[in-house]
Structure formats: C-alpha cells, structure tokens
C-alpha cells in the first residue's frame, strides 16, 4: 500500500476537533525533554485545546493520596505539593466516583476543599474525569474556568478522549520516570477483594485465564504513521471479510434477526467510523490506541443518549472494536490458547458447550460476569464440580491473564493478586472442605429416612460419563437425571448412533444395576451447537425446543431412541422426555419409540427387559393437564428450574430475576403441591429434577410438600442426606400447609426459622 492510499481524511476534524488535539498530544510526549516539561507541555496543549483558563492532573500515589502533577494557570509552586485524600475535594469525588463531575460554581459545591497554595480563588466553573485504568482511577484530569459556565457536551466528550489516553500513557512509561511508571504498575497489580454471588459450592485457588481474551498490551503513540495506518487498514479488511462470512453463515435468517446482522454489517462499513480511525491514526496513535480511543468516544457518546436503541448499539461497537483488536495483534478466527495448570476461566458470557471445551482438568474455578443459578453453564459446572461466582461488570478490567486469583464458591468473595495470609487462609479453608466431604462420605451408606420415619430417595444429575465415579463417592441411590444432550454439543456434528450407544452402556456398567434416568437431548434455546442451523429467536427459552424439536426432527430423536435401546439390552431402560408441554407431543414420542421397538423386534435383536418412559412437567400447561398426561407414562419428573422460569413468566438467565422470584414463594409452593397430588392421584411416582434442591431450604420444603424422590447435583447429595435425618417432615408438612396462601414474596428466612429451632441441619 502506498502511503497516499493513507492520507487521513479531510472534513469533520476542525481545529478544536479531537484529531488535532492527539495529534498535539503527541508531539508534546515526543519532545525531547524531561518526564515533567513533558508532562507540562501536555497540560497547556490540553489547556489550549479546550479553552480552559486552567488545566491540571493529579495523579494518584502511595496512600491513595491525589498529588498535583502538573498544571497550567495555578500557581506552579503547588505543584507536588497539594495533595487530597480519596474522597476529599471535588478532585477527590471524581476519584472516588468514578465519574466525571460538572459544576458552574465549584466553591457552592459542599464537597469542595480551598487550597490556599494553588491559587484558585477567582475560579468557578469545574470540570473533573477520571483517569482509568484497568478499572482503577490512576488519577483525575480537571478543567477550570473564572466564569460561573456549563462545559458542553462536546467539551465534555474531549475531555473523556483525553482521560483514556492519559490513563494509558501513565501506564506505558512514555511519558513518567521509571520510579513513578513502576509506582503505577504497582498500583494496577495491587490485591483486589470483590464480592459477588455464589453460584457453584468450593474454593479455588488458580491463576487467572481468559475466556474471550481481553486486548494485547501495545504502545500509545506511533513510531511511524504510515505503517499504523497500513496496519489499520489491513484490520479493518480482514474484519469486514470475518463480519461477512459470519452473515453467510447465517444465511437461513429472515426478518428481525436478518436486519440485526446487516445493521451489525453496516457498523463494520461505516465510512465514518473508518475515517475516524485514520484521523486518531494520522494525530499520531498506533492503530490499537486508534481503535480504543474512538470506541471510547462511542461509548461516552451513547452512554448519554436518552434512546435506548443507540444505547444497545454501543454492544455492536464494543464488539467491533475488539475483534478489530485482536486481528491487528495478528489473532485470527480460529486462534487457540493453552490454559495454565490451574486456571480460573473468567468470562463475560459463557454457554454450556465453551465450557466442556475446555480440557476439565485444568480448570479450577469458573467466574462469569452475568448467569444464573440455574442457567445451563451452571449445572454443567456443578456437574463438573466447578467452583463458580458471578455478579461482576467489571473484572476483566480488573485482572490480567495470569495473575493468581481466589474464588469462594461460598460466599462469592473473589481475591485477585491475594496477599500471603489471605491465600493461606483459603488453603486452610480448602483443607476443611475436604475434611467436610470426608464426613460426608462416611456418612453415605446411613438410610434416607427422615426423624419421623419417611423415606426418601436421593438420586444423582449427570451428564458425562466422567460424572459416575462421584456416584459411588456420594452414596446416590441411582441416576435420576442424565441429561444427553451435552454429547450434542461438544462435537461438530451429530453423534453417531454407534457413539451414543457406547456412551449410554458405559453410563449403564458404571451404575451397577442402580437405576438410570436418561433424558433425550433437551436441545434449542441456549443449548445449540455450531453445527445446527437454526434461526434466531427472540425468547428462546419459549421458543423451539426440548420435546417440540425432537417431535418436529424424528431423525435426531430416533437414532437416539434407537442407541438407548441397544445400550439397555438385559436391563432396565428408563427414558424421559424433556419439556412437555401438548399430549400430543408426547403422544409423538412415545409412538416413535413404538416404531423404533419394533424395529428391533423384526430385526431379531434383543430388548431392554423392561422399558419405562417419564414426562418432564417443566411447563404449567403440563402441569395443569397431568392426570392426562400421567396415565401415557410410567413415572413423571419435574424440572423445576424450567417450571418456576414459567411460572413466574421470569427468564432464568437473569440476574435480576433470579433474585426477584424464590422457589420459596408460597404460591409457587402450593402449586407444586398440586403437581405432586395429581401424580399421587394417578399412582405415578413423582421425582423433583431442579437444582434447587441443592438449596437445603427448598430441598426441606419439597419434603413438606410430599415429595419422595430427588435427583441433585454429586455436591449437593451429602448435605442433603445430613438435612433430611434431621428433618421432622409431618411437623414440616403442618407448618408449611396455613402459610401457602399467604402474600409474602418468600418464606424463606421464616422458614429457616422454624428448620434453626427444630434442630434441622441445613448448613
């Protein structure tokens, strides 16, 4: 490429326009010069730029301390001199905060703190943004005018472009001494404590990886322009050819979804946005700090849009910007990474199938910026016994790949770069825990039967077969919830018959004649692999799905039915249908595993020696309509995690949801009563498949309910078997029964009340 196919843009880039202020910028961090006539050279370039009678930076030091670093039109002898506590001043709450801060009158302003040295009497007008970095304020940049004014929009926005580049230039050495560079790096890599929300049970210990990798170190400011433009132009080829053929894999879309992706096409072509780019490029940036600096302009730019469908667009420009990123670190599509020997995998979003991807050994820990406890990531990480928190939005600014973190699946306490107490104290933590499941395992061979005589049966969830040595250890009485669908989605294509038959028998050998409930591959909603071509839903956890796929595509349920049934042969075969919801969807089945039967039957080959089916009440509809659907089948289970998600019409994979609505909600509560009556009423067993029930609270208030069978995660059988022998469940039955017809969102601390008092184990 020749450098006049690199010439930056004309029009749009007036003299106060951002370009031209970079481009000054730069030149006063290449002079030649000390650290601080650098430094004060790019304080008047700001100052000028922006009309500001005053513009100073404080940086943040040792202590927390807000030191003057550098200033034009205070006095110069205040300069690192004035410091302010965090927290302290108008500069001290912009720290604090986190945010930008406008006043027409700083001294009215009741957080203001008079430094008589600086020499800021005759001053009014104030504006203070923070220097971010790595989610730590470095320090805050602040503009002040004589005049009682409000500082623009556009004043405001500049403003912000210079505080992301001052941040990222007090990190790279290209413009402090070594002392203070270090002091800084320091900073960024002290010990972090987080709280979050516990998801999965356990403490892990590791060293931090990322999921979806955040961008590449680089340099702020060019060495040679016309090579970051070339390298700009380049990514911006390669993306919009990655953006295309991520369309053209999509082709089968129509409607809404079609128009989301063209829109998404129209951004990564944006003509605009390309000539700003060039523009950050030719002011003197490289073309990594090109791309951060203008996509840090969109976002503050829509961040202060009032129309929410700007505001979600900022997602399609975050996503740009960063695979843009990673093609001009020289990533490609397909790049893989290694994990370390004890990884903590963090991730902003996380689907079942990533995870199992993943080489499960050198996982130790799981956190995930936004999930739910019941979300399928989740139960295939308690499957896995993954410790795992969530809760966070900004973590993956706050960690670097490799630092050494800490994760209390208990608590939801993240430690990131732990000091040497906090990480012996959580060895010794670990150290308990192993003697709690040492407890627990001794225990595992004592009857499920609870203080007033009431059997119960606990059974395990699984969903691979390195699942089943935890059903031993355990002391589960069978398998009640294996869920297949888990072998769809870790390969590239469907498996073969030959491949889920040999799964299924050695699911069978390891269960030793203990009972195996093999549910059909519950695909559809969040559960899809790259292989299966299907269109974008806007609810998909609503939408086509469990049962209603298996029905509508017989060629993926009969190669199923017909891999279980070769797998059982001279056992007992127990197959669930997943999400009914119409009887005759079940119907369906049920006749298509008829046909594979007798498929076998008039080949000569031999059968499981019994065969029993179940339906899975996930849905009211099925649940309203059970003594129709129950005499179909021989024994029903409810998923309660799908059950309440519908119930309460509230998506599970919602944070806030998820914390709106408790399956302890009394009339939640009385309607599974109703459920587990109509099962009894037609004598067809009944078992409760949610990962509630590792919640011991639920778990009790289903017994009080009148359920007898459970299936939980392997972690949750132990605690479960201690709760229930502790658990009176005919005084739970009288407590619970007057209080299901109350208002109440939840009765869950008064029920913990009534468990404390009673002597229930439920910790």
Not at 115 to 137: A, C, N, Q, W, Y
Not at 499 to 512: H, I, N, W
Not at 583 to 588: C, F, Y
Not at 718 to 728: I, K, Q
């Amino acid at each position: 490429m020749s450098i006049e196919k690199t010439r930056p843009p004309h029009g749009g880039h007036g003299e106060r326009g951002i370009t031209v202020l970079l481009r000054r910028m730069h030149d006063a961090v290449a002079e030649e010069a000390s650290a601080q006539e650098r430094l004060d050279n790019l304080t008047k370039v700001i100052a000028s730029h922006i009309v500001a009678e005053v513009c100073s930076i404080y940086l943040r030091r040792k202590g927390d301390d807000l030191e003057l670093y550098s200033t034009q039109g205070l006095k110069r002898e205040a300069v690192h001199k004035t410091r302010l506590k965090w927290g302290e001043g108008l500069v001290g709450v912009v720290a604090k905060t986190q945010r930008p801060l406008v006043t027409a009158d700083a001294p009215l302003h009741p957080a203001f703190a008079y430094r008589p040295e600086t020499g800021e009497d005759p001053l009014h007008s104030f504006l203070g943004v923070p220097l971010i970095r790595s989610g730590k304020v470095l320090g805050v940049l602040v503009l002040q005018n004589k005049a009682a004014r409000r500082y623009t929009d556009e004043e405001i926005g500049a403003a912000q472009a210079v505080a992301i580049l001052l941040a990222e230039v007090a990190a790279s050495g290209e413009l402090l001494d070594k002392r203070e560079t270090a002091e800084v790096g320091e900073m960024l890599h002290r010990p972090e404590h987080i709280k979050g929300e516990s998801i999965v049970q356990g403490v892990a210990i590791g060293h931090a990886a990322f999921h979806e990798p955040p961008t590449p170190k680089h340099r702020v400011f060019a060495e040679n322009v016309a090579v970051e433009a070339q390298r700009l132009e380049k990514g911006l080829d390669d993306l919009r050819v990655s953006v295309d053929a991520m369309i053209a894999s999509n082709a089968n879309l129509s409607g809404v979804s079609r128009e989301v992706l063209e829109t998404y096409r129209l951004f990564a072509y944006d003509r605009g946005w390309k000539d700003r780019l060039r523009a950050a490029v030719f002011s003197g940036l490289t073309a990594e700090s090109a791309v951060e600096q203008i996509n840090g302009e969109n976002r503050a730019r829509m961040m202060r849009a009032r129309d929410p469908y700007l505001r979600e667009r900022m997602h399609d420009l975050d996503d740009l910007s960063h695979r843009l990123m990673r093609l001009l670190s020289g990533e490609t599509a397909d790049s893989t990474r290694e994990l370390p020997e004890d990884a903590i995998l963090i991730a902003r979003i996380m689907g079942p199938a990533e995870l199992l991807e993943y080489d499960r050994a050198k996982i130790r820990g799981l956190v995930v910026d936004e999930v739910s406890a019941t979300s399928h990531v989740t139960i295939v990480a308690r499957a896995l016994e993954i410790p795992m928190v969530t809760g966070f939005t900004d973590i993956l600014d706050m960690v670097e790949e490799g630092d050494a973190v800490i994760i209390d699946g208990q608590s939801g306490d993240v430690h990131i770069r732990p000091t040497s107490d906090v990480l012996e104290s959580y060895r010794e933590k670990q150290e308990l825990q192993s003697e709690r499941q040492a407890a627990f395992a001794s225990e595992r061979d004592l009857p499920t039967v609870t203080k007033d005589g009431k059997e119960i049966a606990i059974l395990m969830n699984a969903g691979l077969a390195l699942d089943m040595p935890h059903f031993k250890t355990a002391g589960a009485q069978g398998i009640g919830l294996f869920r297949t669908e888990l072998q769809f989605l870790i390969g590239q294509q469907l498996p073969r018959v030959s491949a889920q038959e040999r799964l299924y028998r050695e699911v069978l050998d390891l269960a030793e004649g203990k009972p195996v409930v093999f549910r059909t591959a519950d695909l559809g909603g969040d559960k899809s692999a790259a292989y299966m071509k299907r269109g974008v839903e806007g609810n998909p956890a609503m939408g086509w799905r469990g049962l209603r796929i298996a029905v509508d595509r017989p060629g993926l349920l009969r190669p199923q039915l017909r891999a279980l049934l070769g797998a059982a042969v001279g056992r007992e075969l127990y197959i669930l249908f997943p999400l009914v919801t119409l009887v005759a969807e079940l119907d369906r089945a049920c006749e298509l595993l008829d046909r594979e039967i007798e498929r076998r039957k008039s080949s000569g080959k031999p059968l499981p020696t019994i065969i029993k089916t179940g339906a899975m009440i996930e849905t009211p509809a099925a649940a309203w309509r059970l003594d129709v659907i129950a005499p179909r089948v021989d024994f029903v289970s409810v998923g309660g995690n799908d059950l309440a998600q519908f119930y309460f019409a509230a998506d599970r994979e919602s944070t806030q949801m998820n914390q709106r609505f408790d399956p302890l909600n009394p009339g939640f509560l009385g309607f599974l009563k109703l459920v587990v009556e109509k099962a009894k009423a037609a004598g067809k067993p009944l078992s409760y498949c949610g990962e509630q029930v590792s919640d011991r609270l639920t778990a009790a208030a289903l017994i009080g309910l009148g359920v007898e069978r459970f299936s939980v995660p392997a972690t949750a059988v132990g605690p479960f078997r201690r709760m229930l022998r502790s658990l009176d469940a005919g005084a739970l039955a009288n407590w619970l029964e007057p209080r299901l017809q109350r208002p109440e969102s939840s009765l869950r601390e008064e029920l913990r009340k009534f468990l404390t008092e009673n002597g229930v184990t439920i910790d």
